[in-house]
C-alpha cells in the first residue's frame, strides 16, 4: 500500500488501542471512519478484518479514495440527511472530527451549536445498537460536549481519557437519540421528568 507508507500511523495508536480494548476481534465487524481524509488508515482496519467504510465531507478526498478502491461515503456529519446506509455500524469511530466541524451550509464556517449537537444525533444514527462509537480530538480543545449529552444521543459513557478536559471517549449504543431539542439547554426537560431510557424520552 504505497500510498500510506509516509502516512503518521501513530496519531491513530490511541484509537485503535481503545477500539481493540473493547472490541478485541474486528474479523467481519462493520466499521465506519468518519472523517478519514483520503483513507489513508482505512486499509489497516481492513488488514484487521474489518469492512471498513469512510465518511468525508471532502469530495477531493472521495474522489482520491475511491480511486484506490476504498469505500466512501461523501456527507456532512451535521446534516440531518444522511448518505442511505444499508445498515448502522458495528464501530464508528473519528479522529479530529467533532472538534473540527463544518457548518452544512457550504461555507467553510465552523458548525452552529445546534449542528454540533445534530452531529452527536448522526453518530448515534449511523452505530448500531450494541455497537461502538470511539472518538478523539486535540487534547488542548477537549470535547464541548457533556455526559448528558452522549446520554441524550442513546450512548452509556464506557471511558473518557482526559482530565480535566475529555479528548476520547469510548462510547456504547443503548438506545435511541433524542429529539434534537432535548439538546439545547433551553428546550431541556427539568430534572425528575424524563423517563427512564427503557421507556423513551418525553416528548
Not at 474489518?50 to 479514495?65: H, I
Not at 478523539?136 to 473518557?160: I, M, N, S
Amino acid at each position: 500500500m504505497e500510498f500510506v507508507k509516509d502516512y503518521p500511523a501513530e496519531v491513530y495508536l490511541l484509537l485503535l488501542a481503545h477500539l481493540l480494548k473493547y472490541m478485541p476481534s474486528l474479523d467481519g465487524k462493520r466499521v465506519l471512519e468518519v472523517g478519514p481524509g483520503a483513507g489513508m488508515f482505512m486499509p489497516a482496519l481492513s488488514a484487521l478484518g474489518a469492512e471498513v467504510t469512510g465518511f468525508e465531507l471532502n469530495p477531493d478526498f472521495v474522489s482520491f479514495a475511491k480511486g484506490k478502491g476504498l469505500n466512501m461515503l461523501e456527507g456532512n456529519l451535521v446534516d440531518p440527511a444522511l448518505p442511505n446506509i444499508d445498515q448502522p455500524f458495528d464501530v464508528v469511530m473519528g479522529y479530529l472530527v467533532l472538534d473540527l466541524l463544518r457548518s452544512s451550509t457550504g461555507d467553510d464556517d465552523n458548525a452552529t451549536r445546534t449542528q454540533q449537537y445534530q452531529s452527536l444525533i448522526n453518530l448515534s444514527r449511523l452505530t448500531a445498537l450494541g455497537g461502538l462509537c470511539i472518538q478523539q480530538v486535540r487534547p488542548q480543545t477537549g470535547f464541548r460536549f457533556t455526559e448528558q449529552d452522549w446520554q441524550h444521543a442513546g450512548f452509556e459513557v464506557l471511558e473518557q481519557v482526559g482530565d480535566p478536559m475529555p479528548y476520547l471517549v469510548v462510547l456504547k449504543k443503548v438506545g435511541d437519540p433524542a429529539p434534537l431539542e432535548a439538546f439545547i439547554p433551553s428546550h431541556r426537560i427539568p430534572a425528575g421528568r424524563v423517563k427512564k431510557r427503557t421507556e423513551g424520552y418525553i416528548q
